[in-house]
Every structure is written in structure tokens, then in C-alpha cells.
């Protein structure tokens, strides 16, 4: 980038003054369109930021823009309010159960994936490519399909009637998991696989092969490879994966509303400021400070490890 | 669990993960191990100390740990379990023998315990049931110790014999009454011959045993006769005995009739045992989650509200003839719309700017940017104005997936390239890629607030209806009027002599952008000085008073500011993926071009779009699938009123508010059935790279 800064305009003294001037100004254009684009990409999310610092009086009768010219009028009270334990709190609880379902949905389908991919891409069974390509094609479907069902499993269990002789099997117990956190992240296990084994077999299909022929010279097995061998070289991949996930689970809120439903002990923050969002004008004032609260888990583990996330994207949308 | 259980836990955990530190500091050897050791030490330390602290804190944060840990440890202990399970059928062979057999005796017991099928109560008011899953698995545990040893095939089918009978008799006296079948001769007897011949005939053309398979089909049609065609409950507890120990005695003379395994048979089983270890539990998840969830979403969708009656096709005319859903009534106030008008012109002037062009080329149309923009543009009017007046929630959805497919494609492109040129490239890209990491949820209400309209009288909070307000008393007001009139004069001068130096030096694209922007100008200019800009009033009294736009309410245009949020969402996610795709284009290419004296967007159209094309193919099929399920935006910002109702909302509301399965399941097929055209150039594309 330097480099080419400096070399064009070498090129542009050879021309007279001015039009070298406004050669310089029409280079430094994409410069600045993008730096403006870049400004009003971030006007919501600033506006809300500073509404977050301002009492409820100040946010209904002057734009966020005002907080910068009267800076006295900033308060923490929002902040208070939404975290603390009174009638218009409960996001600190609703933030625990946020972790409470990202963590297993992230760490459980990582295992899981890595597992599955790896014997897709390098133990040799039949059936394979036909039963990997079907597992990933799986990446499209709706989530929507599984979630009548799903509720039904958690709230009752799975039964089966024999056809024609009426005698029924249970095939899962009733575990009366709807209302809880571990039927959110057990759905979100499931639901990640498809995604996690197309991403992480990418990758581990990817890794040269002598490395595995001379492990087997050397008589491991396939557990001891994967652990020794393919789990320490993919660690990009998994890390790329694992935040991919997080911030997915955590910012779920399909799932987690239809399996909660009106437990209000489970519920993660995003169920927790959309229902405040639904009581529209009454405390409006909190809404921001709450989005803010939810939001910025998710963007200190984007900006602070971007690099693996953007590699994430990148290895499941875009090939070679 | 009390806080004391959390404490002894904590020690335990908090002891073994520094015992296995210190092993493995000592260890240190191997690297991988001690590396494996010191994750068990820091899961042993790090859980006890959470669980510990959280002891202290409060219950929530302990509960949520326990969770946590339990739920991962669990995953963790069963996979490696099942390795190791395997590993033995090579090395040790019983051992492996009694492992299987312990396992399988827990999932029959387990089985039959979870099914309510025995029962052990002793006394009437002590319940031992329990306890019967660990007696079948030492049971299980017994038999594969002894049957592994056993190598000659007399005495293979004695112990299978006698091990039949024992299981049989024993499991007899612990089934419940209730489920005592009065049996009939016919079926029973039927049955058996019945499944011996259909298994044995299978086998016998395959060239596989007939006799153990007969065996099989005997057990199989058995379990019909004894258990399934009876009625349970009535009958006596030797009936259920004998239909207990035929059953057991018929597998197990099926296990025990197979020829013990060689070593090499013993080796190959360790080999294919793994890629079942390895999917398993994928598959497992997958199945239950997504598979099978799916198939019975599809069944219900056939059924009625509760899913107790067959209504057959009843859901589906349902939603196409429901007036929420399909609305057409406006279609004739498609062809009077400005929308409309617009993009038919725009259209028009392309195909006549491509014949002008092809004139000179002397072919009938020519494709350039001066023609295939405003058809492009007018093309995307031309449907909008369709939308914006075929209402319902299905030609929403579409409209939907329209918009924000081509927006966030187009803008992130764009964006792509100017990044590439300008400076602080990376910091600009994250910015503008930060709302990925933010909720639906989040964008929702952040949106709400650029959205806001407060009454006329009182300021503007949200952005949006400030500027637009602004706009208004700007038009109306003196001095400020004629100033920015002035600037405005100003920036069309800079423009026009932008465009006359552009004309003097042979650039087209810099005269075409810059009479572009003349007109955009001029027109601002005019509203300005005449009509008025923005959103004003003019009170009885000649008062101005504030006109704003209700963005949320407004129809049909509130579904754009909605479709808004996620393109501002999603205009990252695909400028990150144009950026890295158009870095990846070969530098010689760009070069060559260059040097034949391509213009840079001559460049651009010709060498890095195609270039590029598969990953636009890519982000606009993922676009697709995620613009159709939308949901938490519409959820969470007008849950569907104002029209603005898209399908996952619909079905959500209607299976999970009014508990009607069958239409929601029915709504869950059609967002399926939408998506399936994907997933069929999905999977052709994953076909066409397994072969590559």
C-alpha cells in the first residue's frame, strides 16, 4: 500500500501543477467516501451508545448528538437500573444464562465436528463422500423445520406406535428439559454440525498427507493421530470455528425463545432486551443501556480476535 | 446439591487437576501428554475454582458452572470411552468381550427399565428398580467374559444355551403385570415359521448362513407373536416367562452360532469400529436434531392444530388462501406507481443507449456500463414497485430476499473496491464489518432509535427524522436557505469543471459521474429554492410545522427501513468476502489488462468480476438462505403488524401463540421447500469439488 502511495505521484510530477492537484484529490476520493461510509455505518450504534449514558428525560426530548454539547448530563443510572437485582433489572442473570448456553454450544460441537471431520476426510469407509456431502448439505435448512418437534422432545419425550399392533415405545424420556438452558444448547449443537464439519473438514482434509503416512508407519491409530497430530494443527481452524460459534449461540434469539418460552429464570440477555423492547415506550430508557450490555460480549471477542473470525468466514464461503 | 456437595467437589476436582499437573510436569517427556494433562488440570482447577467461587457468589453462577462442566466432561469421558472400549478388541480380547457385554446389557436393561416393561419391588413400598440396570450390565459384562473365552463351537452354543434360558427366566420374574401378554397359538407359532422363512430365503440368496439367519427371523417373528400381536396385561406371569426366555434364547443363539473371531477378524473389527466412533455423535445430533425433526415437522404439517387429526392438503390451501398471507387486491395500482414508471423508463433508455452503442459494434445490443446500469436499476425498481403492492407475507419474504440479497451484494462489492484503493484500509473494513458481531436483536432496537418519531412539536430524537426535519426547516427559513443554496451552486461549478477537464482528457467515467452528480444537485437544488426539502408542514397560520416519517408504520415502504437493518448487517459479512476474493486475483491478470490499455473499469467488469464470479455465486446463495428465514428483526421491531409479516415470524407466531402444529409446520415445509433449490446447487457444487 505504502509503496504504491509513494511511487504514483513521482509518476504525476511530469504534469503541470494543478492537474497533478486534482490527480491527488481524485486518488484520495475512495479515501474518502469510504471513511464517510464508515461514519454512518457507525452512527447507530454510537447513537446508542451515548443514549446509554443519558437519564430517561434526556433521551426523550434531545438527540444523542445533544449529550456531546451538554457532556454534563451523562449518568450511569442505565446501567444500574438494567444490572441490578430491582423490578427492572435481571440482565445480569440473563447474561449468565447467555454463557450458560454459548459455552457448551460452542465447546461440545467443536469436539464433536472435529471428530466427524476427521474420519471424513482421512478414514477410508465406504459410503463416505455420499454421506458427507448429505451431512453438509444440510447447511441450508431452516431452522424452523425442527423446532415444533424439537419442543415436543424436550417437553415430552419421543414416543413411537408400532403401526398396526398399538403398542408404544419410548424411544426418549421425558427429561422435562423445555424452559431450560441445556435444551437451547443441545438444539444448538445439533443445529451447528452441518456448518462445523464443512468448515473444520475443509481444513483437516487440507493438512498435507505424508504427515499422516508416516504416523501410521510409526503404528498410531486413528485416535492417536487425531489427538496428537490433526487437533494441535488445526487449532486456526477450531479457534476460527469456536468464535464463529459464540457469537452465533450468543446472539441467538429464535432458539432460545422457542425452548424457554415464559421461564423467565432461563432466559439468555437477547430474550431478556427484546421483552424489553416489547413493552415499546415504558422503559426505554433501559433498552439502551440493556442492548449495549448484550452487545458488547460479542464485539470485545470480534474485535479482539477478528483475524480468526474473518478467516472463519472466509474458509466456509470462499474455496481455494 | 448443597453448597457442602459443591465444596467436596470442588476439592476433589481442584486435588486431581493439580495431581495431574504435577504428573505431568514430571512427565515431560512427551510433550503431547503433558499437554493433554495440563487441559485437565486447568478444566479441574478452573471448574473447582468457578464452582467453589460461585458456591460463594450465588447459586445461579454455581448451577450455570456445574452445567457447563458436567455437560462437557460427560462428552469428553464418552468419546474417549469408546476409543479405549475399542482399542481392546485388538490388544485383549475378553476384556473387550466383557466391556461389550456390560454395555450391552445397560442399554437392554436400560431399555426395558426406561419403558416401564420391569419393575423390582421386593416389599410393596420398596422400589428397586433402579437397580436393575446395574445388574444387567454385570450380567451383560458376565456372559461376554465367558463367551470370548470359549473358542470351541460346542461349547459356545451350550453357554449361549444356558446363558439364553438363565436371562430369560430372570428378566421373566422381574416383568411388571401389566404388561403380561395373553398369548394365542396362532400368531405365536405363525410368526417364528413365518420369520425363519422370509430371513432364512434372504440368506440362502445371498450365500449367507441360512441357519443363524432363520435363527434371527425365528426371534424377530417371536417378539411379534409373544409381545406385539397380544393383548398386554391380561395374561399370566408364565406366559411372560416363556415370551421372555424364547426371546433371549433365540438371540443368543445367534450370537453364539456365529464362528468365534480370528485375530485378523478381531483386528478389522478395531479398524471399522473407528469411523463409528468418529461419527457417532455427529450423526447422532445431526439425526435427532435436524433429520428426524424435519420428517415429523413434514407429518405434522398434515395433521391438525393439536396434530390428533389427518387433514391432508387442508394446511397448505390454508396458507395460500389466507388473506394475511396472500394478499393480491392492489396489483392494479402496480402499473399507476412512480415505482413503476421509473424503472420501465430506466429500462427503456438502457436498451436504447445498448442499441446506439451496438451500432457502432454493429451488433443489436451492447452490453456496457452506460447501458446495463440503468437496467439494471430500472429492472430492480420495476420489482420493487411489483412488491410494493403485491402484499402478504409470502411476496414480503420475497421481497425480502430481493432487496437485501442485491443491496448487500452490491454495496458490499463496492465497498470491496474502495477499500482496496483507499487508505487504513483494515481499520475502515472492521468498522463497517463490526454489526456481524451484533445480535438481530441488538439491531433491532439499535435501529429503533434512528427510527424514532417523537411528536411534531417536540425535537427529533432519532437521526433520521432529525435530518429530515431539519431538511424541512431549512427550506423555510431565510438566510440559511440562500447559503446552502449558494454552497450547493458552488459544488455544481466544481462538478461541471470536473466534467469539462474529464471531457478534455478523454476519461468517460469521470464526465458520466460527473453529470450524474449535476443532476443529483441540480435536483436538490430545485426542491430547495422552490417546493421545499424535507418533512415540513405549513400550519393555517403560516406556522412550519414538523412533518415526520413514521419509518416503522408507513406501508410498504417500513419494510425496506426494516430490510435496512440487515443489510446493514450483512454488508459486511460480504464486503470481507469480495475483499479477500478480489485481493486474490492474480496481480498479472490486472496487469496485463492494464498494459492493453483497459480503462480501470473496463478492468474491473472484464477481468475481476469474472474472476470473482464463483465467490459472488457463493455469498449470493448464502444471502438467500439467510434472508429467507428472517426473523428476530421483524420479531422484535413490529412483530408483523404494519404488514410486515415474513414467513419464519408467521410460523412462529402461529405454532408457538396459538398452538396451531399443523399450520406451523405446514409454514416450516414452505420456508423448507424455498430453500431446497439451494441446497440441490449446493450439493452440486460439493460434488463437483470432491471430484476436483
Known sequence: MTATAETRPVRAVAEPPIGWRLYRLLRAIPTWVLWGLVVVWSIPTVGLLVNSFRDRDAQRTSGWWVGFVEPGSFTLQNYRDVLGSGPTGGLWDALLNSFAIAIPATVIPIAIAAFAAYAFAWIEFRGREWLFIGTVSLLAIPLQVALIPLLQLYSGGAQWTIPFVDKTLRLFPDLDLAGSVTAVWLTHTGFALPFAIFLLHNYIAGLPRDVFESALIDGADHFKIFWRLVVPLSIPV????????????????????????????????????????????????????????????????????????????????VKG | MGALGDWVWSILLAGGGVALTLYGVRERMDPERSVRRAVAAVVGVGGSL?????????????????????????????????????????????????????????????????????????????????????????????????????TERRARLVAGLGFGVGYGVLAGLFIRPDIFPAMKIVPLL??????????????????????????????????????????????????????????????????????????????????????????????????????IPTIRTLYLSFLGPRGEVFVGLANYVDIFTDQEIVKLEKWPQIFTSALFYWGVGLTLLGIVAGRIRGRRTGRTFEPSGGSITPIAVGVFLFVWAVFAYLRGTIFNNLWWVFTVTIVSTAAGLAIAVLADRARYESVAKSMIFMPMAISFVGAGIIWRFMYIARPPTKDQTGVLNAIWVGLGRLSNSGTPRLVTAAVLVAVVAGLVWMAWRGWRGGAGGVVAGAATAILGVVWILYRLLGPGLGGFEIGPNGEVIADTILFIQETPFNNVWLMVVLIWIQTGFTMVIFSAAIKAVPAELIEASK??????????????????????????????????????????????????????????????????????????????????????????????????
Open chain 1, 238 to 317: 477450531l479457534a476460527a470455528f469456536a468464535i464463529f460459534q459464540f457469537l452465533w449461540t450468543w446472539n441467538d434469539y429464535l432458539v432460545a425463545l422457542t425452548m424457554i418460552g415464559g421461564n423467565r429464570e432461563a432466559l439468555p440477555a437477547t430474550v431478556a432486551i427484546a421483552s424489553l423492547a416489547g413493552e415499546f415506550a415504558l422503559r426505554e430508557n433501559l433498552l439502551t443501556a440493556g442492548a449495549f450490555v448484550q452487545t458488547v460480549v460479542p464485539i470485545a471477542v470480534f474485535f479482539a480476535l477478528q483475524r480468526y473470525f474473518v478467516r472463519g468466514i472466509l474458509a466456509g464461503s
Open chain 2, 50 to 150: 468457578a464452582l467453589g467461587w460461585g458456591a460463594l457468589v450465588d447459586e445461579k453462577l454455581r448451577g450455570t458452572a456445574a452445567g457447563v462442566i458436567v455437560a462437557i466432561v460427560v462428552s469428553g469421558v464418552l468419546f474417549v470411552g469408546a476409543n479405549r472400549w475399542f482399542d481392546q478388541a485388538e490388544a485383549r480380547w475378553r476384556r473387550f468381550g466383557a466391556l461389550t457385554g456390560g454395555v450391552i446389557g445397560f442399554a437392554v436393561t436400560g431399555v426395558l427399565v426406561g419403558n416401564r416393561l420391569l419393575a423390582w419391588k421386593p416389599v410393596p413400598e420398596l422400589d428397586l428398580t433402579p437397580w436393575l440396570v446395574p445388574l444387567g450390565t454385570v450380567a451383560g459384562a458376565v456372559c461376554g467374559l465367558v463367551l470370548t473365552g470359549l
Open chain 2, 190 to 291: 405363525a410368526w417364528p415359521v413365518v420369520g425363519a422363512l422370509v430371513f432364512g430365503a434372504l440368506a440362502a440368496g445371498r450365500r449367507r448362513q441360512v441357519l443363524r439367519a432363520a435363527i434371527l427371523g425365528a426371534t424377530v417373528g417371536w417378539v411379534i407373536g409373544a409381545w406385539l400381536v397380544p393383548a398386554l396385561g391380561t395374561g399370566t406371569r408364565a406366559e411372560a416367562m416363556s415370551g421372555a426366555t424364547f426371546l433371549s434364547l433365540g438371540s443368543m443363539l445367534w450370537i453364539t452360532s456365529a464362528p468365534p473371531r480370528t485375530a485378523e477378524a478381531q483386528r478389522r473389527l478395531a479398524e471399522r469400529s473407528r469411523p463409528v466412533i468418529f461419527l457417532a455423535p455427529a450423526l447422532v445430533f445431526i439425526g435427532a436434531t435436524l433429520v
Open chain 2, 595 to 692: 498494459v492493453d490499455g483497459a480503462t480501470e473499469a473496463q478492468t474491473f467488469w472484464r477481468v475481476t468480476v469474472p474472476q470473482i464470479a464463483p465467490t459472488i455465486g457463493v455469498v449470493v446463495t448464502t444471502l438467500i438462505v439467510l434472508v429467507m428465514k428472517v426473523f428476530d428483526i421483524v420479531k422484535v421491531m413490529t412483530n408483523g403488524n404494519f404488514d410486515t409479516q415474513v414467513l419464519a415470524n408467521e410460523m412462529w407466531q402461529r405454532a408457538f401463540t396459538e398452538f396451531n402444529f399443523g399450520l406451523g409446520s405446514a409454514l416450516a415445509v414452505l420456508l423448507f421447500v424455498s430453500v431446497l433449490p439451494i441446497m440441490y446447487l449446493n450439493i452440486r457444487r460439493m460434488q463437483k469439488e470432491t471430484v476436483r
